[in-house]
């Protein structure tokens, strides 16, 4: 049995065919242009095999809402042409398999938690930290559905005292990725996140503002465990800077172990690297199929 | 058929027995002394019905994780003698019927959603702003269950520029509690809530905390409905200052109707009043009753 996965990012859309256990099989990346051009490519990958369903995870906003007239469409993207783009509907018609859709935080914890750092949880949040920020979040393995998806990146956080860069979030000016993103620490610093030292102010302010976010997650969803990933958690120097700093604002006021003498093994890095998003979401295509099928492949 | 209530609150323990639309047909307020004396009190009140089943709404924090020795006790209390009573298994034993157990803060969301402002909707997040300040929240129908139950009243924000008062909240100070409660605000300017006019520049101060704290919610979880209760909110001028600085701070990041030309409906003040909690809890009893008897009521 093959499962299809995409993962569709900024700047490339990543295409696998995987098996039941997440594992991938084959993988080709397509460059993000326009929707005509970048799906007519991902459509004529995926006939190439036969798969029983596929799994996506994507760039966004998208309409989760499965009574939406809209649903699995992109609703607001910055991305020429994106805006709108009916993704579940034209990719599912084109392949004619079960598809699930999801946003690409969400297959990333999910390819974490099934195969990653949160093996044997029901549930977690995964944050990237890289060109912007964002979350995907499980909780007892679902995907939560509000009004929309989490938009977790631009909560606003109270400033490093030693902090004077303005922010560059178009909308919030300086929210968490305002403040935070790999574009707002080489713009703060005039350099490269890997020409900074260890030892630079810049990583104390990052764990700063980090360890807020964090801080409000646990507080207001309190999640299993917490994988941070992308470009500038790389750094591992921030690890430590984090989990210090989260207790320190925490104060206690959390009676759990994994936020107390736990806390190394609550703040982690993703044991699957860059794959997370592809691996959720070949996980993703497996757990429609099982539920269209009502087979435990 | 008859359902048992009960609302563990700081100051009083409400019992009640209502039917199965959740109509409270008797009520008991029992003031909140040691655990030894109320409980007794409480367990002879029930003793009186021949209740079907019981719902509890308590203060925490409690363990409600259905794996644990300790399930439905408290955790930590700064009351007397209540930090690791175990709530559950004492009043279940002695009441001798199935009993569901949630936060107080769950339990009015609860209520709403069934009885109240957030009728027809499958979640929403109620929000008490009163003495302390909390929040229950309902997803698909369910409450989230993570590493603990959330404390949302704790969250960090940014200080309102004319506001200097130093926070009332022993373990963070200037949190969003030790800010924005009913006693932060009486400490602040010195007067009695109801003593300081509508236009006092208290109610401005105070509706950039609580929208900040929203805004943080909406990003964060994205509740289908936000419901604001407890003494604070009885000053309904805060409502649209709070809706107004909402929209402002996300600055229309959120692509929803709900949160631009629907916002006097998504922000709105509890439909049952000061009787949500233990409707909650009595719809919490009977929804225990279905599950384990399989009977639709």
């Known amino acids: 049995m093959y499962l299809g996965g995409l993962e569709a990012g900024d700047t490339n859309f990543v295409c696998a065919v995987g098996d039941a256990d997440g594992n991938v099989l084959v993988r080709e990346r397509i460059p993000t242009a326009d929707p005509q051009t970048t799906m007519a490519q991902v459509i004529r990958f995926f006939e190439n095999f036969k798969i029983v369903s596929i799994g996506v995870g994507t760039f966004g906003s998208i309409d989760l809402n499965k009574e939406s007239a809209t649903y699995g469409s992109i609703t607001a993207s910055p991305k020429r042409g994106w805006a709108h783009y009916p993704l579940f509907k034209s990719l599912s018609e084109a392949v004619g398999v079960p598809m699930g ?5 969400n297959a990333a914890a999910l390819g974490e938690l099934h195969k990653g750092a949160a093996q044997g949880l029901d549930g977690c949040l995964y944050m ?3 060109t912007g920020i ?3 979040l499980i909780m007892e393995n679902q995907f939560l559905h509000g009004l ?4 977790m990146g631009h909560i606003l956080l109270r400033r490093h005292p030693k902090d004077a860069f303005q922010g560059l979030c178009p909308q919030h000016r300086d929210c968490l990725e305002g403040l935070a993103s790999g574009p707002a620490i080489e713009a703060r610093w005039g350099k490269k996140l890997t020409s900074l030292d260890d030892d630079h102010l810049a990583w104390s302010i990052e764990a700063t503002y980090l360890a807020q976010a964090l801080m409000h997650y646990a507080l207001i969803i309190s999640p299993k465990r917490i994988i941070l990933g992308g470009a500038v958690m790389k750094q591992n120097q921030l690890f430590p800077l984090i989990r210090t700093q989260l207790q320190q604002l925490l104060a206690g006021s959390i009676d759990c172990a994994e936020l107390k003498d736990q806390i190394d093994s609550y703040v982690v890095p993703p044991a699957l690297g860059e794959n997370a998003g592809i691996i959720g979401a070949l996980i993703l295509g497996r757990e429609t199929y099982r539920q269209r099928s ?3 492949a």
């Open 148 to 151: 929309t998806h989490p938009e």
């Open 294 to 296: 009502g087979k435990i």
């Open 101 to 105: 859709i999801t946003t690409n935080g």
């Open 128 to 130: 990237t930290v890289g």
């Open 134 to 136: 964002s979350a995907g």
